[in-house]
């Protein structure tokens, strides 16, 4: 096991590339099932999460070849077997996504219940009712297994605007019979990607970007060579650390699209960015003041679906907003666990205030004192590094096994700013 030991107080300065979009890679793996031809991924994450997806397709019988940083090709010509292993399941939620490319080219997988973040409920009905509207059979016996003699197109209206479900919906009926239309479908950067890749490989999919889905089934997909895009949770996240340290950052690689759901929400915590091409610049010296809205009233920043901003960065915000002059509620209206990291935050010396499970006050700016914490989650975790490197004194981190799920060669890129951090084994 690892820790981070963190010497807060120094602002972080320096050039960064984004990484591969994490929530990309991950479906965009899966989907390599759905072809005998070899596929090549570029810009694909280092990190714990795409190395585990590897795992699993390697335990199905897939040749995974690394060829050179971030890039892998991965042939599923043929496989030995169509269950997950438990032990590569639970580490890691992604590993849902098998389903709808196993079941939609051989026709059944067996899926022992998925790991992943404790951040409250996170329910699989949407999955199950986009396979069964196909065609597929869902069967619970301590693993979930799905079954189909032949899927054929529907008109799906998804209950929830899930994005593992799309995901999964997607990669079963691109060889289904017929047309399938996908409502209520999701339209993250993560999801259009996919799209694009699966495009690549002979699908037919139109309405890409948008919340319905057509999809005319193909009899089979060939190999392809797709590269991943960069992950906008990552940029995010650098973004505030930039700001709540004091500090000045640039990152080549964004997507400029891909910002435009963020700007609003960091602006209201008076932080900023120029950009120029694919790269953006945070400067330092910015006044974080809080942009009360009309009238003197609160501001919130809440979560939603895509376009909306994301729920993976409402803890970022909430540690930022403890260094911006103001009050400003966190309303994370998705996951019920997921504020419950503050506790740490007010020991740490955070003036807020957990008002339920979604929504928290914070008021700043407060002086943060070194603490020994514990990383619940990815986006918690990245957090708790933001909020040690804001800090008066040392911090110690455990379980960063849960931060490098998510996070590409942290601790390097950030001594490379300037960060005051080493990763230590204890």
């Not at 911006?324 to 503050?342: A, H, N, P, Q, W």
């Amino acid at each position: 096991m690892h820790e981070y030991i963190i010497e807060g107080g120094f602002p972080i300065k320096g050039k960064i590339k984004a990484s591969g979009n994490k929530n990309s890679a991950l479906p965009c793996i899966a989907a390599t099932l759905l072809t005998k031809e070899k596929v090549t991924l570029k810009n694909i994450p280092e990190i714990e999460d795409t190395g585990v997806m590897f795992r699993i397709l390697e335990a199905l019988g897939a040749k995974v070849e690394k060829l050179s940083k971030n890039t892998w090709t991965v042939a599923c010509e043929k496989l030995t077997r169509n269950d997950i292993p438990a032990d590569l399941s639970k580490k890691i939620r992604a590993s849902i996504l098998f389903a709808g490319p196993l079941v939609g080219r051989f026709g059944k997988a067996i899926m022992p219940p998925p790991g992943g973040d404790v951040i409250g409920r996170r329910r699989l009905d949407t999955h199950f009712l986009a396979l069964t509207e196909l065609g597929a059979r869902v069967d619970i016996d301590g693993a979930f297994v799905f079954s189909a003699n032949k899927l054929v197109g529907a008109d799906i209206f998804l209950d929830e605007a899930s994005v593992t479900a799309t995901e999964n919906a997607l990669m079963a009926a691109v060889l289904a019979e017929g047309q399938t239309i996908i409502s209520n479908a999701a339209s993250e950067p993560h999801v259009q990607d996919l799209c694009n890749m699966l495009n690549a490989m002979g699908a037919k999919i139109t309405g890409v970007g948008s919340n319905t889905l057509y999809i005319d089934g193909v009899k089979e997909l060939h190999g392809a060579e797709f590269e991943i895009g960069p992950d906008y949770m990552e940029i995010g996240s650098f973004i505030g650390l930039a700001a709540a340290t004091k500090g000045s950052i640039t990152i080549e690689g964004i997507n400029p699209k891909d910002m435009r759901p963020l700007r609003p929400a960091f602006s209201k915590l008076g932080i900023h960015w120029t950009i120029e091409g694919d790269t953006l610049t945070v400067k330092q010296g910015q006044e974080l003041k809080v942009n009360t809205d009309l009238g003197g009233m609160t501001p919130k920043i809440d979560d939603s679906p895509w376009p909306g901003f994301p729920a993976d960065l409402t803890s970022i915000m909430t540690v930022v907003a403890t260094q911006v002059d103001g009050t400003v509620l966190i309303f994370e209206k998705m996951f019920e666990s997921r504020m419950f990291f503050v506790d740490k935050l007010i020991n740490m010396g955070g003036c807020i205030t957990l008002c339920d499970p979604h929504r928290a006050v914070v008021s700043g700016p407060c002086t943060l004192h070194g603490d020994h914490l514990v990383s619940p989650d990815v986006r918690a975790g990245m957090a708790m590094v933001i909020a040690a490197l804001s800090a008066q004194g040392e911090s110690r981190i455990s379980n960063v096994y849960q931060i490098e799920r998510g996070y590409e060669n942290l601790v390097e890129r950030l001594q490379n700013l300037g960060a005051h951090i080493q990763r230590v084994e204890v």
